[in-house]
């Protein structure tokens, strides 16, 4: 495994305590090796020891010291610009060494853990020092953190330019979100139940809610946050992933572009919003003053003092299709919520009140179907019970199901799984390019408004509220409410 960007916070956090973690479930080869690649002049026995130190502090249980020693005798590291041909040598001459003194066997991945901007510059580098070639046998992948482009112009221009080094089965753009094992659960729970995919339509289901809310700010990453905001941080790939996995037809198998093609098919339905369509279905807010130790977001580090980036997003979009017509999705994501939660909610449909005209009964709870993603994972079902007593009550009962107390607790940073799939060349989990491309479709034309007619009244939600009161507009104008979560 090459890390470019090895020095960096995603290499310490997540990258090291997932290979920890794999290694603890034996679930790596002992044919493994790591080389880094980055900016900082430091040496192999400088990075080594700075990782001892980091993995104390970030690994999500303690690492034995063995396990420990053994990476440490398979950790490498190189300095040197990205930019420079006189790096991709020295990383070429050291995966030589690799390969001989651990019998890697040629096999390897590159883990872009860099800003991107850098993401075309190391894949062209890569491909001219000829480290991207398939040959006897063996396999070379790369892997390419989000975001993937920061509009559709630009997400169209990085896959032509990385298929210039790459083929389309060698390139892994990863959403770490889609390790959590709830997400994956979704397309279990759907397909291995009787009882779910019949009713999984547009005759029983009202309406889709998914909602992914942190209570922090932007905290240090206030200049990225700047040319980004939480539309295109969040919408076109965490959310969209969750989405199509929600909304998708069933796939003939669980190879990868069964279920891929799946996915697009249903981002590819998904209505572009016109104009007047952005004005009224797309909500934007931005969060103010919470008091001297949570600023608001105009005076986070790195942001402009009359800044319009906006913190929150509430989106109702329409999915064109036998299933899904006439069935709202809406979405939302925010920073500094009350609440740090990911989820989807599916809401069923009312049932007939004539049976409990002449009852006490005033109203039906309708059923709720919540798969919990993070940071608690499970699945809880709402349904109506008889309240117990000579009058008939009825009241709303959850059965809830959770990793925890099912399973047991598995520390996890969601990228194992992850990296186990891209060792395995299984691609399921992982973006494609026309995935990619048509997810920027539904987004560029709320870019294109937003970019004409900047935000007028922000900051216009408080701190650790669930956003701008726009965004409860936007449900009840439609006869809906956002779910609970206090």
């Given at each position: ?6 020095s960096?916070d995603?290499?310490?956090r ?6 920890c973690n794999?290694?603890?479930a034996q679930?790596?080869p002992r ?18 020891k700075q990782?001892?130190e980091?993995?104390?502090?970030y690994?999500?249980?303690?690492v034995p010291?063995?396990v420990w020693?053994?990476?440490l005798e ?9 930019q420079?041909?006189?790096t ?6 050291q995966?030589?060494?690799v390969?001989?003194?651990?019998a890697?066997?040629?096999?390897r991945?590159?883990?872009?853990a860099?800003?991107p901007k850098?993401?075309s510059?190391i894949?062209?580098?890569?491909g001219?020092a ?6 006897d ?5 790369v892997i ?5 482009g920061?509009?559709?112009?630009s997400a ?14 060698q390139?892994?753009?990863i959403d770490h979100?889609?390790g ?7 397309l279990?729970f ?7 995919e019949?009713l999984?339509n547009?005759?029983?289901i009202?309406h889709v809610q998914?909602?992914a809310?942190e209570?922090?700010?932007?905290e240090h990453r ?7 905001g ?16 929600t909304a998708?037809?069933?796939p003939i ?12 098919e249903v981002?590819q339905a ?7 369509e952005?004005?009224?279905?797309m909500v934007?807010?931005?969060?103010g003053?919470?008091?001297?130790d949570l600023?608001?977001?105009r005076?986070?580090?790195d ?7 906006e913190?929150?997003v509430?989106?109702?979009l329409?999915?064109d ?10 979405l939302?994501?925010?920073k500094r919520?009350?609440k740090r939660?990911?989820e989807?909610?599916v ?5 007939p ?8 009964v005033?109203?039906?709870?309708t059923?709720?179907?919540v798969i919990?993603?993070q940071?608690e ?12 007593g000579?009058?008939m009550?009825?009241?709303?009962v959850?059965?809830n ?5 099912n ?7 969601g ?5 186990y799939?891209?060792?395995?060349g ?7 390019a026309?995935?990619?491309e048509a997810?920027w479709k539904v ?6 408004v937003?970019?004409?007619?900047p935000?007028?009244?922000f900051?216009?939600?408080e701190?650790?509220s669930?956003g701008?009161?726009?965004a409860f507009d936007?449900l ?5 409410e ?5």
């Amino acid at each position: 495994m090459v890390i470019f960007g090895a020095s960096g916070d995603l290499t310490k956090r997540k990258l090291i305590p997932a290979l920890c973690n794999l290694a603890q479930a034996q679930l790596l080869p002992r044919q493994f090796a790591i080389i880094g690649v980055s900016a900082s002049p430091i040496s192999t026995d400088d990075f080594r020891k700075q990782l001892t130190e980091d993995v104390k502090q970030y690994a999500t249980s303690p690492v034995p010291a063995d396990v420990w020693q053994w990476f440490l005798e398979r950790i490498y590291y190189i300095a040197g610009n990205f930019q420079d041909p006189g790096t991709y040598g020295r990383l070429k001459l050291q995966l030589e060494l690799v390969d001989k003194d651990h019998a890697t066997q040629g096999n390897r991945f590159f883990y872009l853990a860099v800003a991107p901007k850098f993401f075309s510059e190391i894949i062209r580098q890569l491909g001219t020092a000829r480290l991207t070639q398939e040959q006897d046998g063996h396999w070379r992948r790369v892997i390419v953190e989000k975001p993937f482009g920061h509009d559709l112009d630009s997400a169209r221009r990085l896959n032509r330019e990385i298929k210039e080094a790459l083929q389309e089965h060698q390139i892994y753009r990863i959403d770490h979100y889609l390790g959590k094992e709830t997400v994956q659960n979704v397309l279990v729970f759907r397909f291995s139940n009787s009882i779910a995919e019949p009713l999984w339509n547009r005759s029983y289901i009202d309406h889709v809610q998914i909602t992914a809310s942190e209570t922090v700010g932007v905290e240090h990453r206030g200049g990225y946050y700047e040319t980004s905001g939480a539309l295109r941080d969040m919408i076109p790939n965490h959310l969209f992933q969750l989405l199509s996995l929600t909304a998708m037809e069933p796939p003939i198998s669980f190879e990868a572009d069964a279920v891929r093609n799946k996915q697009a098919e249903v981002l590819q339905a998904i209505q572009p919003p016109s104009p007047e369509e952005v004005l009224t279905n797309m909500v934007r807010g931005q969060y103010g003053d919470g008091g001297p130790d949570l600023k608001a977001y105009r005076d986070e580090p790195d942001v402009d003092p009359e800044s319009n980036t906006e913190t929150f997003v509430a989106l109702k979009l329409s999915i064109d299709n036998w299933r899904w017509g006439g069935v709202p999705f809406y979405l939302r994501t925010g920073k500094r919520m009350p609440k740090r939660t990911t989820e989807i909610a599916v809401q069923f449909r009312r049932t007939p009140f004539v049976l409990f005209r002449n009852t006490t009964v005033q109203d039906l709870e309708t059923n709720r179907l919540v798969i919990h993603i993070q940071p608690e994972e499970g699945i809880s079902l709402q349904f109506g019970a008889k309240i117990p007593g000579p009058v008939m009550k009825i009241g709303p009962v959850n059965m809830n199901f959770d990793y925890l107390s099912n399973f047991g607790k598995s520390g996890s940073t969601g990228y194992e799984r992850l990296f186990y799939d891209c060792m395995m060349g299984d691609a399921t989990l992982f973006q494609r390019a026309d995935m990619v491309e048509a997810s920027w479709k539904v987004i560029q034309p709320v870019l294109d408004v937003w970019k004409a007619l900047p935000g007028r009244d922000f900051p216009n939600y408080e701190t650790s509220s669930w956003g701008p009161k726009s965004a409860f507009d936007l449900l009840k104008r439609d006869g809906r409410e956002w779910r609970a979560m206090d």
